[in-house]
């Protein structure tokens, strides 16, 4: 028995390390940013080799999206957080779906966490491209267009998961239907929301509306929180538990 509590605690540690990360990551990253930014920790001789070193010129501390942190001194930070959500999905497996009584059950959540963890991972490794020059740039390069196209369908790619995530995969009550509790319906509400800021984005991308500033930002922030919520809620953590008693 003691073996088996222990298998649940760690399973749902690991869905609530997965909603963390996902709701903080663009706030450390703005947060990591602003803090280098603000005591030029870049050009302070007592951090970095001077005779070694490009002088770094500060941007904007909020950029416009959270990819775009990849680019600045947060950048560290953007990729070891997307490489740990990435190990994180790789290792979760969900339970087994009884293929009898679960008309989705093809759908399983092994198989949407790797392909998860694969869109994170790419996300990584095709960094988002940029329309101008950025100025402070810790890389030596700045992705292609064809580079940065892949890295916002990786992007994309990855929200939808997460929003088949909320939608089915949460919401099975193992008996060929959906749970319909507070519960069921926060996840539908996240994936549904999840889906909705999607279009939005997607629709001002292509319609070429004039958002500027940190619009793109605010909106992958918004999913990402949506995205955290169903983890935390799946995770049984104690806010999300204590919520959901008095709803």
């Known amino acids: 028995m003691a073996s088996t509590n222990n298998y649940v605690i760690s399973y749902h540690a690991l869905r609530q390390l997965i909603g963390i990360l996902g709701i903080a990551l663009p706030f450390m990253c703005w947060g990591v940013n602003t803090f280098v930014n603000h005591i030029d920790l870049l050009n302070n001789p007592a951090f970095v080799n001077a005779g070694y070193s490009s002088t770094y010129t500060a941007g ?14 947060a950048g560290p930070l953007f990729t070891g957080v997307l490489i740990t959500l990435a190990i994180f999905l790789f290792c979760y497996k969900g339970h087994e779906k009884n293929k009898d009584k679960d008309k989705f059950a093809w759908l399983s959540d092994g198989l949407l966490s790797k392909m998860a963890a694969c869109c994170a991972l790419l996300i990584v490794i095709l960094p988002t491209g940029s329309a101008k020059p950025i100025t402070d740039n810790i890389h030596i390069y700045v992705s292609s267009d064809g580079a940065g196209l892949m890295h916002l369908l990786f992007a994309g790619s990855f929200f939808v998961i997460m929003s088949v995530f909320c939608i089915i995969n949460f919401r099975r009550d193992g008996e060929n239907g959906f749970i319909t509790n507070p519960e069921g319906k926060t996840y539908l509400i996240c994936g549904i929301g999840i889906l909705m800021l999607l279009a939005i984005l997607l629709f001002s991308m292509v319609g070429d509306w004039k958002t500027g500033g940190s619009f793109v930002f605010w909106m992958e922030a918004a999913m990402l929180f949506l995205f955290g919520l169903a983890w935390l809620v799946k995770g049984k953590s104690v806010v999300t538990e204590y919520v959901l008693e008095k709803l």
Not at 60 to 73: E, R
Request: aromatic share 22%; no cysteine; proline share 0%.
């Open 60 to 73: 904007a501390n909020l950029k416009s999206s959270i990819s775009h942190f990849y680019y600045t001194a």
